[in-house]
């Protein structure tokens, strides 16, 4: 074999991997791509992969900026929410002296209620707050913080 023919056998070879090598990065990247934009039983293209995988990275990228629009909204609901929970409990320390029994009442209710709910609260996400406070909501017991509440009447 010539010098001419081992240059043009390794250029071949070359050649052979590199194909080999970009095949092999389509197929990876056809796997990554989600069962419904997956090309089940048909020989697809190497630009349609290319095509499906840019569609679905859009897709990410707006459930991305979705998720993150959502997420600020929830902070400042938070937000809000911790302001209201301190402007409560100012009000609920300046209008203590003069309240009426049942004013006493309710508040311990609620505070018996709050303080059960905090334990079990999780704000990670939307879900999260969504799942804890159903679940708070059908497996509390109310006797509780129903006889907190009158043992402030049997105490006046």
């Known amino acids: ?3 001419s023919d ?3 056998a390794t250029h071949l070879r070359c050649e052979r991997q590199r194909r ?9 990247l056809k796997d990554l ?3 419904n934009s997956s090309f089940v039983g ?4 190497n630009a349609a992969i ?8 859009k897709q990410l990228n707006d459930e991305i900026k979705k998720d993150e629009e959502e997420l600020s909204k929830m902070q400042t609901q938070l937000s809000a929410l911790e302001l209201i929970a301190q402007q409560y409990e100012t009000f609920s320390l300046d209008s203590k002296p003069e309240a009426p029994i049942q004013v006493e009442m309710l508040e311990k209710f609620l505070d018996s209620c709050f303080e059960n709910f905090s334990k079990t609260f999780d704000d990670k996400d939307y879900q999260s707050v969504t799942r804890s406070f159903l679940q708070w909501v059908e497996t ?3 006797q509780k913080p129903a006889q ?3 043992a402030v009447a049997k105490n006046k």
């Open 140 to 142: 509390t017991d109310l």
């Open 33 to 35: 791509l989600p069962a």
């Open 42 to 45: 048909c020989k697809t293209t």
């Open 148 to 150: 907190d509440m009158i």
């Open 1 to 3: 074999m010539n010098q």
């Open 20 to 28: 080999e090598a970009i095949n092999s990065g389509y197929n990876d």
């Open 6 to 8: 081992r240059k043009k």
């Open 50 to 57: 290319l095509f499906r995988a840019a569609d679905y990275v």
